[in-house]
Antibody, heavy 118, light 110 residues
Framework: EVQLVESGGGLVQPGGSLRLSCAASGFTFSNFWMRWVRQAPGEGLEWVANIKQDGSEKNYVDSVRGRFTISRDNAKNSLYLQMDSLRAEDTALYYC???????????WGQGTLVTVSS | QSALTQPPSASGSPGQSVTISCTGTSSDVGGYNYVSWYQQHPGKAPKLLIYEVSKRPSGVPDRFSGSKSGNTASLTVSGLQADDEADYYCSSYSGSNNPYVFGTGTEVTV
């Protein structure tokens, strides 16, 4: 059974940093692109970043480029999102998802909540 | 990269059909056959319903169907059931610096 379990969310002050993790199981992690998608409270979905199977290609939405870094450790079946210079508008539930079909996410975790507030 | 435009809400009676539109541009919806649709129940993670415009993952009922014409994609839910009451989001590949964009979301009431 495919499972994605996010962790690392919490309350952080503006300008602070946080590192999210996503533990994958039930599939060959190294075979798939992976992505982070976020959802602000009461709002819609926003694609944040994705990373190629071997980590050689990474893409970011404009609003986080230069502040967030996506990475992965295939030996540990884990996906990460390093978030620096956090802003109030980064407050959201962050989902980890697998790109198991072309250009779409077939499995999602339950999300980890990031709150940026003083 | 602007969000794709969806109607805020849609509704139908049990057994009826509802169609949700998703309007983008020639740089996203109109330019690629990589439109996907997701269903999200309150407090739950999104679930993939449709990918590559009209393909269904295994386990998704054929009551859910997708199509595209020009810069607008559509999701049709036939034979509405109570459990179809949820938020629905489209998404498209845009092949740019921001390769993926989601729609604004549609709340479906049964």
């Amino acid at each position: 059974e495919v499972q994605l379990v996010e962790s690392g969310g919490g309350l952080v002050q503006p300008g602070g940093s946080l590192r999210l993790s996503c533990a994958a199981s039930g599939f060959t992690f190294s075979n798939f692109w992976m992505r982070w998608v976020r959802q602000a409270p009461g709002e819609g979905l926003e694609w944040v970043a994705n990373i190629k199977q071997d980590g050689s290609e990474k893409n970011y939405v404009d609003s986080v480029r230069g502040r967030f870094t996506i990475s992965r450790d295939n030996a540990k079946n884990s996906l990460y999102l390093q978030m620096d210079s956090l802003r109030a508008e980064d407050t959201a539930l962050y989902y980890c998802a697998r790109e198991g079909v072309p250009r779409a996410s077939d499995y999602w975790g339950q999300g980890t909540l990031v709150t940026v507030s003083s | 990269q602007s969000a794709l435009t969806q109607p805020p809400s849609a509704s139908g009676s049990p057994g009826q059909s509802v169609t949700i539109s998703c309007t983008g541009t020639s740089s996203d919806v109109g330019g690629y056959n990589y439109v996907s649709w997701y269903q999200q129940h309150p407090g739950k993670a999104p679930k993939l319903l449709i990918y590559e415009v009209s393909k269904r993952p295994s386990g998704v009922p054929d009551r859910f169907s997708g199509s595209k014409s020009g810069n607008t994609a559509s999701l049709t839910v036939s034979g509405l059931q109570a459990d179809d009451e949820a938020d629905y989001y489209c998404s498209s590949y845009s092949g740019s610096n921001n390769p993926y964009v989601f729609g604004t979301g549609t709340e479906v009431t049964v």
